[in-house]
């Protein structure tokens, strides 16, 4: 909890004392029949006995024993200091009652009158005490939430890039005897793809724009590695400030380069559309025959349902068709932004 809030529920509840504390003494009459400066000493010393009450239950009793579930305990030491406070400011007549010359006008009336308002005040403070803990308790199992939320992102995204970065490293591979400018050029792609996946990879959102920018530089890659001898169309129609959980389109492509058909003849399609609070990403490729089995399956797709499903709870739909001549993927995103 923040200070502020501690401080301020603090500050409010000893206003309330003072209050009721004024109130009850103006009227019992007491200014009047004391005086103001007897008065005003006698509410400090009242306003001081309802701190150590109310604090002894906030800061010793839920602490030490009902925190630790000793209820029992904290019970017994609750009425024990009950019973005992009401006692302290008149400990003169106490003694004097001990040693057999009588109460001095301390009645019991005014005893049993006195413990119930220190119970009052002990449960207080007990209770200011057991709702702020409750409080931090919240506060800190979402913190737990989030950073194992955070871990699993984490998990299914770097179980991502592997798969990613060792398929361009092949296609370098590939390049560096039969056409190192080439190669030097797609190692350079990789080099701002590397650097986006490691400055971004760890943020909850990034802008659809950075991200749009980041996947037309993979397939730029792609590109490259076939020699320019494919065709990708990609249109765009979003709103600037639409910011995405990262890295979530591109396994949807590279799926389409590894297991479609994407050449000049048979153009992968990429699609992105804003609008009415909603994300709209379309991916559209020829199905080689060859591999058409096996367009849907692939670790990266799999990992990227689980990320939806961790990121955008009930706010998505994604939809998977897979025919004998297309396999087409069409994921609706639910937004804050318009």
């Known amino acids: 909890?923040?200070?502020?809030?501690?401080?301020?529920?603090?500050?409010?509840?000893?206003?309330c004392d003072l209050s009721i504390i004024f109130l009850v003494t103006l009227a019992g009459n007491l200014w009047a029949a004391k005086g103001a400066l007897v008065s005003t000493v006698m509410v400090l010393?009242?306003?001081?006995?309802?701190?150590?009450?109310?604090?002894?239950?906030?800061?010793?009793?839920?602490?030490?024993f009902f925190s630790k579930s000793r209820y029992g305990a904290g019970v017994l030491t609750s009425l024990g200091m009950c019973l005992i406070f009401p006692l302290l400011p008149h400990m003169h007549k106490v003694l004097s009652a001990i040693?057999?010359?009588?109460?001095l006008g301390y009645s019991l009336s005014g005893y049993v009158q006195v413990f119930f308002l220190s119970l009052f005040i002990l449960a207080a403070g007990m209770l200011l005490r057991a709702f702020v803990n409750w409080?931090?308790?919240q506060q800190?199992?979402?913190?737990?939430?989030?950073?194992?939320?955070?871990?699993?992102?984490?998990?299914?995204?770097?179980?991502?890039?592997?798969?990613?970065?060792?398929?361009?490293?092949?296609?370098?591979?590939?390049?560096i005897l039969s056409k190192p400018a080439k190669a030097s050029e797609t190692l350079n792609k990789l080099s701002d793809l590397l650097r986006y996946i490691y400055s971004n990879s760890e943020k909850d959102r990034v802008s659809l724009t950075s991200e749009i920018e980041y996947i037309e530089n993979y397939i730029e890659l792609q590109v490259l590695r076939l020699d320019?001898?494919?065709?990708?169309?990609?249109?765009?129609?979003?709103?600037?400030?639409i910011r995405i959980v990262p890295m979530l389109?591109?396994?949807?492509?590279?799926?389409?380069?590894?297991?479609?058909?994407?050449?000049?003849?048979?153009?992968?399609?990429v699609k992105f559309t804003t609008g009415n609070n909603e994300l709209i990403f379309e991916c559209v490729n020829f199905v080689n025959f060859a591999s058409n089995s096996k367009s849907d399956s692939g670790f990266g797709l799999t990992n990227i349902i689980k990320r939806l499903d961790l990121m955008y709870p009930a706010k998505y739909t994604l939809k998977i068709e897979n025919t004998e001549?297309?396999?087409?993927?069409?994921?609706?995103?639910?937004t804050d932004e318009n």
């Not at 040693?99 to 109460?103: D, E, L, Q, R, T």
């Not at 320019?228 to 400030?241: A, F, G």
């Not at 001549?325 to 639910?334: D, G, H, P």
């Open 99 to 103: 040693s057999g010359n009588g109460w």
């Open 135 to 137: 409080i931090e308790n």
């Open 45 to 64: 010393g009242i306003l001081l006995w309802s701190l150590v009450i109310f604090y002894s239950g906030y800061s010793f009793i839920v602490p030490k």
């Open 325 to 334: 001549s297309a396999y087409s993927v069409l994921l609706c995103i639910q």
């Open 140 to 175: 800190k199992k979402k913190e737990l939430e989030n950073e194992k939320l955070k871990s699993k992102l984490m998990v299914l995204i770097n179980q991502n890039n592997p798969h990613f970065i060792f398929n361009v490293l092949n296609n370098i591979d590939s390049l």
């Open 249 to 269: 389109f591109l396994p949807f492509i590279e799926n389409a380069f590894k297991h479609g058909l994407v050449d000049n003849e048979h153009p992968l399609n």
């Open 228 to 241: 320019n001898h494919v065709k990708v169309l990609v249109k765009k129609d979003i709103s600037e400030n």
């Open 1 to 15: 909890m923040k200070k502020t809030i501690l401080y301020s529920l603090h500050g409010f509840v000893w206003l």
